[in-house]
């Protein structure tokens, strides 16, 4: 079982910067795949970004947001730059035992954080 707890969200102004924080529970964070996914209202919810086991990260919003992990803090980062107002939405942290980008196969999910940017 993993317990996941994101942090970080909020108001911020168009051009600007946030990094969301998902701190996981358990001794076994570091063999999981980590992934970010985000939600708006009467959407589904669409993969952000992913890290490995080993490190290895992709993420749809290219050259704006980047994914990391801390495996001694048992905790991975997003962070989001150049903020759009289309970027608002309630971003959520999930993890998986395998390399997966695909929603539906993540094994547990945090409750969510919202983040809204203003124009």
């Known amino acids: 079982q993993v317990q996941l707890v994101e942090s970080g969200g909020g108001l911020v102004q168009a051009g600007g910067s946030l990094r969301l924080s998902c701190a996981a529970s358990?001794?076994?964070?570091?063999?999981?795949?980590m992934g970010w996914f985000r939600q708006t209202p009467g959407k589904e919810r669409a993969f952000v970004a992913a890290?490995?086991?080993?490190?290895t990260a992709t993420s749809s919003v290219k050259g704006r947001f980047t994914i990391s992990r801390d495996n001694a803090k048992n905790t991975v980062y997003l962070q989001m730059n150049s903020l759009k107002p289309e970027d608002t939405a309630v971003y959520y942290c999930?993890?998986?035992?395998?390399?997966?980008?695909?929603?539906?196969?993540?094994?547990?999910w945090g409750q969510g954080t919202q983040v809204t940017v203003s124009s």
């Open positions: 999930a993890a998986a035992t395998r390399w997966v980008i695909s929603e539906e196969k993540y094994d547990y």
């Open positions: 358990g001794r076994t964070f570091s063999s999981y795949t």
């Open positions: 890290i490995s086991r080993s490190g």
